[in-house]
Nanobody, 117 residues
Framework: VQLQASGGGLVQPGGSLRLSCAAS????????MGWSRQAPGKQRELVAT???????NYADSVKGRFTISRDNAKNMAYLQMNSLKPEDTAVYYC????????????WGQGTQVTVSS
């Protein structure tokens, strides 16, 4: 499974960004997917997950501001980030699970999100 994240950038506080993750490879078949982030000096944090069937879960830190979605026909996952805060600044990674109930067995490269005025 290969995962390619894109869409990061510099945004002002209160702004929005949409991250995309393209999945490919013979091992990918609508697997569960997730988005994590890692800020400098901090541990990686799983912020949003979406199951094969579309069930979603969010970390408290992003609940109500971030929305994860997927397009199974295109093997894509997205993370819509609204009302961004400086503390959302991090490298964001997409991931996929190898089997049921798992979300982080495969990782893509990160994409930098910087929230600053």
């Amino acid at each position: 499974v290969q995962l390619q994240a894109s869409g990061g950038g510099l945004v002002q506080p209160g702004g929005s960004l949409r991250l995309s993750c393209a999945a490919s490879g013979s091992g990918f078949d609508g697997n569960n997917m997730g988005w994590s982030r890692q800020a400098p000096g901090k541990q990686r944090e799983l912020v949003a997950t979406i199951s094969r069937g579309g069930d979603t879960n969010y970390a408290d830190s992003v609940k109500g501001r971030f929305t994860i979605s997927r397009d199974n026909a295109k093997n894509m996952a997205y993370l819509q980030m609204n009302s961004l805060k400086p503390e959302d600044t991090a490298v964001y990674y997409c991931s996929a699970g190898a089997r049921r109930y798992r979300f982080t067995d495969y990782w893509g490269q990160g994409t930098q999100v910087t929230v600053s005025s």
